[in-house]
């Protein structure tokens, strides 16, 4: 029997994470699946977890990253609906019904996507700051999106094949293919109550390397190519808004020692930088109470502060003439 919906999970070196993504994705009530999961070039047993639940395994000889690893899976599907989810994704129960239902109900749209949940798995406090983050963007952003999101999403395969798939040669390939999708006259929804808890544990580290080469950079190549920031999730004016803020802020740190005029200048561009983010920390206080928001309001900053770096990295590559080439990608 050909499935109606064909899942596609990209994993590397995702072997503690893959049983319990697989688990929930063949539990979850739905129409008939099929499971993709490609194995690129992991050094530890995530091909043999695979394996161990009987769904398809293609491993690559080397490593490829997600964008092409997507790319393989998709080809291989069987499918009219492509749906591809992390490997430290867990789906929750109804998540497939969804998608499945959306699709069938809303024939002018080409993509859909979710957020994680309220309660990611790891509980230090920077893990939790930043998966709970991730949810309450999506949770505060427009039905009708720009982009496009690969933790737990669902294409037409006749638009995603339309589109050549994955872009490799970008660091925000979904978000990319979100955009390129709205602007062939596509339409791409968020569905707020489709969910899946994340797994990953996130260091301090882990998330500023994160936050300016894997995410603030690339987007904002994207963003300087299309010369235009979507007002909607991560590139939002309040949040354009707290980036600034905090970029002046930091300047104006040391030279607030100097001169009082700097330190109350200082002040006003820190409580801009609060109050552009309200929304955020009465999410957090709201998910986690007062405590939490409060501890929360300099890990934000810092994760804006990174977002700012990552956009003047991606000013300073497009000066040296290395600017990413958006409109070749679009018509591709």
Same mark, same amino acid.
């Given at each position: 029997?050909?499935?109606?919906?064909?899942?596609?999970?990209?994993?590397?070196?995702?072997?503690?994470?893959?049983?319990?993504?697989?688990?929930?994705?063949?539990?979850?009530?739905?129409?008939?699946?099929?499971?993709?999961?490609?194995?690129?070039?992991?050094?530890?047993?995530?091909?043999?977890?695979?394996?161990?639940?009987?769904?398809?395994?293609?491993?690559?000889?080397?490593?490829?990253?997600?964008?092409?690893?997507?790319?393989?899976?998709?080809?291989?599907?069987?499918?009219?609906?492509?749906?591809?989810?992390?490997?430290?994704?867990?789906?929750?129960?109804? #998540? =497939?019904? @969804?998608?499945?239902?959306?699709?069938?109900? &809303?024939? +002018?749209?080409?993509?859909?996507? /979710?957020?994680?949940? $309220?309660?990611?798995?790891?509980?230090?406090?920077?893990?939790?700051?930043?998966?709970?983050?991730?949810?309450?963007?999506?949770?505060?952003?427009?039905?009708?999106?720009?982009?496009?999101?690969?933790?737990?999403?669902?294409?037409?395969?006749?638009?995603?094949?339309?589109?050549?798939?994955?872009?490799?040669?970008?660091?925000?390939?979904?978000?990319?293919?979100?955009?390129?999708?709205?602007?062939?006259?596509?339409?791409?929804?968020?569905?707020?109550?489709?969910?899946?808890?994340?797994?990953?544990?996130?260091?301090?580290?882990?998330?500023?390397?994160?936050?300016?080469?894997?995410?603030?950079?690339?987007?904002?190549?994207? #963003? =300087?190519? @299309?010369?235009?920031?979507?007002?909607?999730? &991560?590139? +939002?004016?309040?949040?354009?808004? /707290?980036?600034?803020? $905090?970029?002046?802020?930091?300047?104006?740190?040391?030279?607030?020692?100097?001169?009082?005029?700097?330190?109350?200048?200082?002040?006003?561009?820190?409580?801009?930088?609060?109050?552009?983010?309200?929304?955020?920390?009465?999410?957090?206080?709201?998910?986690?109470?007062?405590?939490?928001?409060?501890?929360?309001?300099?890990?934000?900053?810092?994760?804006?502060?990174?977002?700012?770096?990552?956009?003047?990295?991606?000013?300073?590559?497009?000066?040296?003439?290395?600017?990413?080439?958006?409109?070749?990608?679009?018509?591709?």
């Amino acid at each position: 029997m050909k499935p109606e919906l064909s899942i596609i999970v990209p994993a590397y070196n995702a072997a503690s994470f893959l049983e319990s993504c697989l688990a929930a994705i063949l539990q979850a009530p739905g129409p008939e699946r099929e499971i993709i999961v490609v194995d690129d070039a992991s050094q530890d047993d995530s091909s043999k977890s695979a394996s161990a639940f009987g769904v398809r395994v293609i491993r690559n000889d080397r490593n490829l990253g997600c964008a092409e690893s997507r790319n393989i899976g998709a080809r291989e599907a069987r499918s009219p609906i492509l749906i591809f989810i992390d490997a430290d994704c867990v789906i929750h129960h109804d #998540a =497939l019904n @969804r998608i499945d239902s959306f699709f069938a109900k &809303n024939q +002018s749209y080409a993509a859909l996507f /979710g957020s994680y949940d $309220s309660t990611p798995e790891c509980r230090t406090f920077i893990s939790q700051y930043r998966n709970l983050l991730h949810h309450l963007t999506h949770q505060n952003a427009r039905r009708d999106a720009e982009t496009f999101w690969t933790g737990l999403g669902a294409v037409r395969r006749t638009n995603f094949e339309r589109l050549g798939g994955f872009r490799q040669d970008c660091g925000m390939e979904d978000v990319l293919l979100g955009i390129q999708l709205n602007e062939s006259g596509c339409r791409v929804a968020i569905d707020k109550n489709l969910l899946c808890k994340h797994l990953k544990c996130w260091s301090f580290i882990n998330m500023i390397r994160t936050d300016i080469f894997l995410r603030a950079q690339p987007w904002s190549q994207i #963003a =300087l190519s @299309r010369r235009h920031f979507a007002n909607d999730l &991560n590139t +939002s004016v309040s949040n354009r808004i /707290g980036v600034l803020s $905090s970029g002046i802020s930091v300047v104006l740190m040391p030279l607030a020692f100097l001169n009082s005029t700097f330190a109350y200048a200082l002040i006003l561009f820190l409580a801009i930088n609060i109050a552009s983010n309200a929304h955020v920390l009465s999410g957090f206080m709201r998910l986690r109470g007062p405590f939490f928001a409060m501890r929360a309001i300099p890990a934000h900053f810092v994760h804006q502060l990174c977002a700012g770096l990552g956009l003047c990295l991606a000013l300073l590559e497009s000066m040296r003439g290395n600017r990413f080439s958006y409109v070749e990608s679009s018509t591709e």
